[in-house]
């Protein structure tokens, strides 16, 4: 279920993604890829920054924190926004998304502080800055007495990024990280526009143990909408417009979301394995127009994430699903 609790605590109240123009991520001298340097646990107390600057969060707090932090903790789903901006945690909430990303790799040498934060976790890190990012807003009073801490808002993509890298000044850095994430979109919908597939509609369903979703814009489907240009089906319009960024459906009902083409994201649990072989073997599956064209794709749950690193990692995932290496 950490998948789930990943949905929730990163959607929070469904609030909009921003479309992948109005994004952003990246070191400044690094493209899309590049490893993130370590503001690691072992930075001397010489190095931790002693200027400061004055900024008004997500929740309208005005927090005075350092200009050039050293050590950040990140609290929140979504630890590729900072290794996307070329910064390495010394804390994050490593326990709210385990081995579910598929950055997993970038995690190592980051200490899990817990979801909800241990304080004491937090506390044994000695941070100068903690970066917010969860929709309960109680776990914000206990973090800012141990040190300066910002609440980011609960939009998704490259718009949650941005704002994280005005906190850091890294906003070179994110400006960067979009100019290689857009030529890797370019590259990805010349690819598509030769196979066809420019204008169709696409569908992302996620399986989870016995319970099936449909998603609105968020994870995958930001990437496939927002970047890719592929429609929404109407149905799953009409989510979007409502600010349902997922909602739970029945296999009855799950033909009226489906679109030209399917993305069927699963983990490896035994539960949803046995879920996805009755729902494939199904007449009902088997009637889908997208499934009777050839047009299903079967994922891992990992790329149903939206922050930076995991949307460029994707764009390489999905032209090899659509007949590039590359």
């Not at 909430?93 to 040498?109: E, K, N, P, T």
């Not at 914000?140 to 949650?160: C, D």
């Not at 494939?280 to 009777?292: E, G, I």
């Not at 995991?310 to 032209?319: I, K, P």
Request: glycine share 8%; hydrophobic share 40%.
């Amino acid at each position: 279920m950490l998948l789930l609790t990943v949905i929730a605590s990163a959607c929070g109240k469904n609030a909009n993604e921003g479309a992948s123009s109005t994004e952003s991520a990246a070191p400044a001298a690094a493209s899309v890829g590049t490893s993130a340097q370590s503001a690691s646990p072992e930075a001397s107390a010489s190095s931790t920054a002693t200027s400061t600057k004055k900024i008004t969060d997500a929740k309208g707090r005005e927090v005075e924190i350092p200009t050039d932090p050293k050590r950040v903790v990140y609290v929140g789903s979504d630890p590729g926004d900072l290794l996307a901006l070329g910064v390495k945690p010394i804390g994050a909430s490593l326990s709210v998304i385990g081995s579910q990303v598929a950055y997993g790799d970038r995690l190592q040498g980051i200490a899990d502080v817990g979801y909800p934060a241990n304080l004491e976790k937090v506390t044994a890190q000695n941070p100068d800055l903690i970066i917010f990012n969860d929709w309960d807003d109680q776990g914000l009073a206990p973090l800012e007495k141990i040190a300066p801490t910002v609440a980011i808002s609960e939009n998704g993509g490259f718009v949650r990024m941005r704002e994280i890298a005005g906190v850091l000044g890294k906003e070179t850095a994110a400006d960067d990280y979009i100019a290689a994430y857009d030529a890797k979109v370019k590259q990805t919908k010349e690819l598509l526009a030769q196979q066809g597939k420019q204008g169709r509609s696409a569908t992302v369903l996620l399986m989870m143990g016995k319970v099936l979703y449909v998603m609105g814009h968020q994870g995958l489907s930001v990437s496939l909408y927002d970047a890719l240009g592929y429609v929404p089906p109407a149905k799953v319009q009409a989510l979007i417009d409502g600010d349902e960024r997922f909602a739970e459906i029945s296999v009855e009902v799950m033909s009226d979301y489906i679109g030209d083409e399917l993305y069927i994201l699963k983990d490896e649990e035994d539960e949803t394995k046995a879920q996805a072989e009755a729902l494939f073997t199904s007449s009902l599956w088997k009637s889908l127009p997208a499934v009777k064209n050839g047009q299903v794709h079967t994922m891992d749950s990992q790329w149903n994430f939206d922050d930076p690193v995991t949307r460029t990692m994707l764009l390489d995932e999905l032209q090899g699903l659509n007949g590039s290496a590359g």
